[in-house]
């Protein structure tokens, strides 16, 4: 390979490389997409309910909560982190944006700017637990999750927060030209973080420092304010994703959101991304959640009882990981 | 470049022990030392990775405080570090780039929007001039040989060295051809003023490449040495202290 | 109702007739059900006069062994009696047991335990009687005909739930034109109660009726049935009485709903323990009693006592 | 260093290895203990039930469960595992070996010996997961946790084992010369479980498999196996915990175990586990579980409600974690 | 022992593309080529790291199939790594025996019980005959310099090696002492009848060392070549295609 070659060679071997990372990716995603699409064509066969308009946007209104949050988690994991307390901080902020709508009398906007600044806060809290303080990811949302359910608890004196306006409901219930105003929200936000970790530089620090956080270090980056960064934003996503789900079920629920977390997490890793960091992409994560929504719709129109339910969830993230570890191993051995 | 009385402790460790060493510009200096004399971590405190526990570093005469790697980027320290430290699971254009990504021109590129063709061809041409022989440039880190992630490192500090380049242990998994290009791309760093330290456990390359030799055994120095005045024998004497070379160095 | 009567707690054993404190234990802490317990628990001990009550609990209601726990260390503590809400009527006997060998009075309420000993009193309503009463109101509200219904159960596994549907199936075996088709749990989550009830409407376009064993299910429920436009056309039975779940029954969404009397439990338990300990009364079970609330019914003076139990005018007689 | 001179410098080498090795040991522990010795003195002068016989015992019974469980943990967490499956397999263990006695009249031994059977088929199952199929250990034991419950629930038909003979109590409520029974069995499986790490060759391989599974490998210790092992003993001691706790509560519940997996990690980490691997030891471990259980029990003493005391006990996780890492990074400060 | 037709590929990388590898008892042969040739790869074929997807290994002339590395240690191959496969949370002592426990003698010992103190007078010893100087041999091995972790790597498996020893790049971080004793090492082993394959970048040592060399490139065998006839600019021309050496040479 001679200097006078490279130019022309980069050319060709740029396009060849496009071609080659979109098929990879798509590859990459391909067992979980392909256990979604399974699962989609068995349950249309096996309900006549099930291709309906008005199921696929339940389905897609019941998965949005799940989507965003996972969203959030997926950022956090490929940095080598976990959020456990995105179930504590969700119902926190719910909870603080229904009150001060009951309470203050807050528009709608502003109350899911107040769950959205809970989020950020909550964010910004692991994140400088994990990065001032260096505790470790799993111990310091484990905490932020006990605090934060005690404060929900505390705040509202363990009742839910009812009486509120009907309007409080727009985000969970309401449709923009028949769709579910909560899908559109969670395609903009998928789209908005896909782009985000695949396309700028936000996202090229959040592989690296999850990849190898000292190299990440030594190359100059920033380090704390990058990762301090990357949970405050996963904290806006899962405020976001509380307010939703108050206003679905218009109304601040301080129990909402338990083992929340292991949903989001399997989502996650379902769609590809690994638990030691580096590696996820949000169009994987989404695919996961809605396997993981899919297998729960299913189940409930063929009325399996929830005990079965269980068993059959556990069994499909063992497939879908199985699947997708197999591929893997044959598309690189790694050894 | 110059580090005075450098303390460095790990636990009850004592890995520098008031070590002291200078590199002035256009200059290249090898670094020499036994197994665990202490030259990484000697380096490492140059390049903020470690902040010394004494001692002080000067850059121009004036004492600055490197307490993260950003700083010595920069003052222009340019750092290949012995254990590499590239990303496993970014590809090989991204790890070049890393810290440093080209961004889009315009709006796109403020709000951080990559160039991602640009880094692409930029890492291309990088890796030819080292003559190495790499796959494709998307290739992710982890699937490289260790000469080729080596090169990789290498290629990386070359591209933004502005001042002083640090090399610990470059070639150490090179091929012959790898290692002619990298002693080359030292020399025309030199040439273009810039300082260059070298880590290296390879004499007569040592000899070949440095214009002076500074000795570190038991985390001090031990002998300044010019590189024309010496031989492979006298350097090993310094470094394994079994001769009086150190007693009269400096 | 507040009732902040405490001092610094000096350890020493009390004279009966001086300063009592009460440990109060519900199931879990964390419903506007047992809020109410409180409130009543704590306006008997207000109402009795230099009574504190210790309120505390587990956080899910499946925490039995948390649940033991926690008597053991009121045990500890040797307050001077025990009021409480068993999560498991067997897991539970044990701590009672230890409890009395420790010369703690105990009363149950809301759920006793099994064995129950003699001279430990329950207050309690009877949920397998109420469930099959409430499968009666749900076939009365249907009329005659063939009819589809579901049953949105909470947690699969705990004692209350179990003793719910067990009564509402047993209530529904009476009337061979109703058809169970789905039977799905909320979890206490109002949020996968509207998820399961929304997949069981889709699974059943004809659905006619939904009991919903919780507050939690009852809310997600009806949030469903509305989301879905079939407000008025499935009929809801619910169970409590949330500020919500009254409104839904005054706009028509609910039907009926199956009210309890925690206030009534929780100031019976603390009245009857005081008296217990300071006048030597005996202790004896007493039902709670629960009433049926529909739209019809639910402005009654009676009614209102019961929904919005206050300590000026308690639901106690 | 001479040749001549190796042997007596060994032999000097080794008293001053061995002295230090302790030495850094304890300071290991250091942390956690120190906190857990505050809180002690704390809980003595702040309530007068705390220090008698009958509360400590109370304790030490409470907390066996956990710290059983937690021994189990540690073991995986240090092969760079997570068993998220310990509740459900607990309930299993329990359930069953309740069911074994009243429906099939078991002696109490032989339904102690059903429970550990079912821990240990639910390790093998765990453990062939990860070794044979390769799924990472978060998702092969998330999908055994789905399906455990599930099991448990479809087994009882989600009603609880009651009806059992007051012998079943033994192992939870009995007491060999005044101390509690189920402290006597945590004693021992603490220390059978710390000797096995420290001092043998499972202990061995079972570390370095943590540290560096490949390097594990290439050194020719057959990993899989071993690894499977790790589990298989693990689900033994969650077996053994599961009918213990079904014992102390005289039943066999289904709903046993919920969430369990967070307090016994907690426990692990609080005592110095590393989730990636290599590192932990028991002494830490089970004193971080008495650490969680004296919060649980102080806060009764002291008349804290549960609320506050989830924010308690997250605090004390953040702060116990943060002054392990503080000392770890004086020490060694690895860079 | 030898290898044939040996063919591994990485997804669509293809490291090793019919790889032909031969060394007989009581040699030292040298396997040298440029970054990314396939020596790292072809090692691990003959280590059982990864078995080959085409292509045979022969042990004294007998095919066998090495699936895990326990089978290739079983034949008594010991491979020193280029990315050294240490576990960096144990000590010195128990990396040195990693997969080799002494344990106690008698009944105790039947139950897996660790005897600690051999291990570490064993250890100390066998570091010594390579003249590193490690603080002590309960370090962890995260602690050590990157020169002392090669000189524990090497010590292993100069310790376990009963038939082949394979050692990848095993001086490239070593200082010139170290160096030196690790060539005596080879050199006692090759005169106990071992057979000894060397995989280095550096030309003087390999002429100075080896019996025989074998250049791969590209995945292939390019030269077989005596190390007594040959200069360093062979060895260069052969491993880069460069002369034709490469197409004479077998
Ligand atoms: N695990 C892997 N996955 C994918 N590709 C790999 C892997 N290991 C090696 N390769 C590729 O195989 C080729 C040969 O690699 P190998 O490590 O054998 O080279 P080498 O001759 O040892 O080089 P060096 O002298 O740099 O150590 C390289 O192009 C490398 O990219
Ligand atoms: N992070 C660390 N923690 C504890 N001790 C360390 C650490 N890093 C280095 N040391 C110790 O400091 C001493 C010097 O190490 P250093 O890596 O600087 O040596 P070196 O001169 O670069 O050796 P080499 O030529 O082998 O690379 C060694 O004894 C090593 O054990
Ligand atoms: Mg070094
Ligand atoms: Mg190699």
């Known amino acids: 390979m001679s200097t006078v070659e490279a130019p022309a060679d980069a050319q060709r071997g740029e396009l060849s490389d496009w071609l080659r990372e979109r098929i990879s990716h798509a590859v990459s995603e391909f067992t979980a997409a392909t256990a979604l699409v399974v699962l989609f064509v068995a349950l249309t066969f096996a309900s006549p309910y099930f291709l309906t308009t008005d199921n696929l946007f339940n389905i897609g209104a019941q998965t949005a909560v799940i989507a965003i949050i996972a969203t959030a988690q997926t950022m956090v994991i490929i940095t080598k982190g976990i959020d456990l307390s995105v179930g504590s901080v969700a119902a926190l902020a719910g909870v603080l944006g229904a009150m001060v709508v009951r309470d203050l009398g807050f528009p709608l906007w502003a109350a899911t700017a107040v769950a959205i600044g809970v989020g950020a806060l909550a964010g910004l809290l692991n994140g400088l637990l994990v990065t001032a303080a260096r505790i470790p990811p799993f111990i310091a949302t484990l905490g932020t999750m006990s605090v934060g359910r005690g404060l929900v608890f505390i705040i509202t004196g363990a009742v839910g927060v009812y009486g509120l306006p009907r309007s409080f409901q ?35 620090y959040t592989y690296a420092m999850g990849s190898n956080l000292e190299a990440a270090r030594r190359s100059g980056i920033r380090v704390g304010r990058h990762l301090t960064g990357v949970y405050v934003l996963a904290g806006v996503l899962v405020g976001l994703g509380g307010m939703i789900a108050a206003s679905r079920v218009n109304s601040g629920q301080p129990n909402y959101g338990i083992s929340l977390e292991l949903d989001v997490i399997a989502a996650a890793v379902i769609g590809g991304a690994s638990l030691f960091g580096g590696q996820g992409r949000i169009v994987g994560t989404i695919i996961g959640a809605f396997l993981i929504a899919l297998v729960r719709n299913g189940a409930v129109l063929l009325d399996i009882s929830i005990h079965y339910q269980q068993v059959i969830v556990g069994v499909i993230i063992w497939a879908a990981v199985y699947f997708d570890q197999y591929r893997r191993r044959r598309l690189e051995s790694r050894g | 470049m110059e580090a005075r009385g450098i303390v460095k402790r790990f636990g009850h460790v004592e890995a520098l022990r008031g070590a002291d060493f200078t590199v002035r510009r256009g200059e290249v200096v090898a670094l020499i030392g036994d197994n665990g004399a202490g030259k990484s971590t000697l380096i490492k405190t140059l390049s903020g990775v470690h902040p010394p526990d004494e001692g002080e570093i000067l850059v121009g005469g004036r004492p600055v405080r490197f307490a993260t790697p950003v700083d010595a980027r920069r003052a222009g320290v340019e750092t290949v570090y012995q254990d590499l430290a590239v990303a496993d699971d970014l590809s090989v254009a991204a790890n070049l780039y890393l810290g440093r990504e080209i961004l889009r021109s315009g709006p796109l590129g403020r709000l951080g929007l990559l160039d991602k063709r640009a880094m692409r061809q930029g890492a291309a041409a990088a890796l030819d001039e080292l003559g190495v022989r790499i796959p494709r440039v998307t290739t992710p880190i982890a699937m490289l040989s260790g000469g080729q992630r ?35 791309v030292v020399r025309r760093a030199r040439d273009a003023g810039m300082s260059v330290v070298l880590v290296s456990h390879n004499m007569p390359q040592v000899l070949e490449i440095a214009d002076r030799v500074e000795v570190l055994r038991l985390g001090r120095r031990a002998a300044q040495l010019r590189a024309d005045e010496v031989s492979t024998d006298d350097l090993v004497a310094a470094m394994t202290g079994s001769a009086g070379t150190d007693r009269d160095g400096r | 109702g507040g009732v902040e009567v405490r001092d610094g707690g000096d350890g020493a054993t009390k004279e009966a007739s001086g300063q ?17 317990v409180k409130a009543g628990a704590e306006c008997a001990a207000q109402r009795a006069g230099d009574v504190t009550v210790q309120w505390d609990g587990v956080t899910a209601e499946t925490d039995v062994e948390g649940q033991v726990n926690l008597i053991q260390n009121f045990v500890t503590k040797k307050v001077d009696g025990i009021v409480y809400a068993a999560t498991d009527s067997s897991a539970l006997a044990p701590a009672t047991d230890q409890a009395l060998a420790a010369k703690i009075p105990v009363a149950m309420i809301d759920s006793g335990t099994s064995p129950q000993p003699s001279g430990v009193p329950l207050f309690a ?21 063939n009819h589809d219904v579901a049953l949105v159960e909470f947690q699969p596994g705990s004692q209350t739930n179990t003793e719910r549907v067990d009564g509402f199936k047993a209530g529904l075996a009476q009337f061979p034109n109703l058809k169970l088709v789905g039977q799905q749990p909320s979890r206490s989550d109002v949020n996968e109660a509207r998820r399961v009830t929304e997949n069981i409407l889709t699974a059943n376009p004809n659905l006619k009726g939904i009991f919903a064993a919780n507050e939690p299910s009852v809310l997600g429920a009806a949030q469903a049935i509305k989301a879905a436009g079939k407000s008025g056309k499935v009929v809801i039975i619910g169970w409590d009485a949330a500020p919500d779940e009254v409104a839904g029954l005054r706009s028509g969404q609910i039907s009926a709903l199956v009210v309890q009397n925690p206030f009534k439990m929780g100031y019976f338990g603390v009245d009857k323990m005081v008296k217990h300990l300071r006048d030597k009364a005996p202790l004896a079970s007493a039902d709670t009693g629960v009433t049926f609330v529909t739209k019809e019914n639910i402005d009654s003076a009676e009614i209102k006592a019961v929904l919005e139990p206050s300590c000026a005018n308690p639901p106690v007689q």
């Open chain 3, 125 to 145: 309503t009877d949920n397998r009687a109420s469930a099959t009463e409430a499968a009666k109101l749900l076939a009365k509200e249907l009329g005659p005909g």
């Open chain 3, 20 to 36: 009592l404190k009460l440990a109060v234990v519900p199931k879990a802490v964390g419903a506007d059900y047992w809020n109410t």
């Open chain 1, 170 to 204: 727009l985000l969970g219930n309401g449709e923009i030209m028949g769709i579910p105003f909560a899908v559109v929200i969670t395609v903009l936000v998928a789209v908005g973080v896909a782009f985000l970790l695949s396309q700028t530089r936000f996202g090229q």
């Open chain 2, 150 to 184: 080596q090169c990789v490192a290498v290629a990386r500090a070359i591209i933004w060295a502005t001042n002083v380049v640090i090399l610990d242990e470059p070639t150490a998994a090179l091929g012959v051809v790898q290692t002619g290009r990298v002693l080359d």
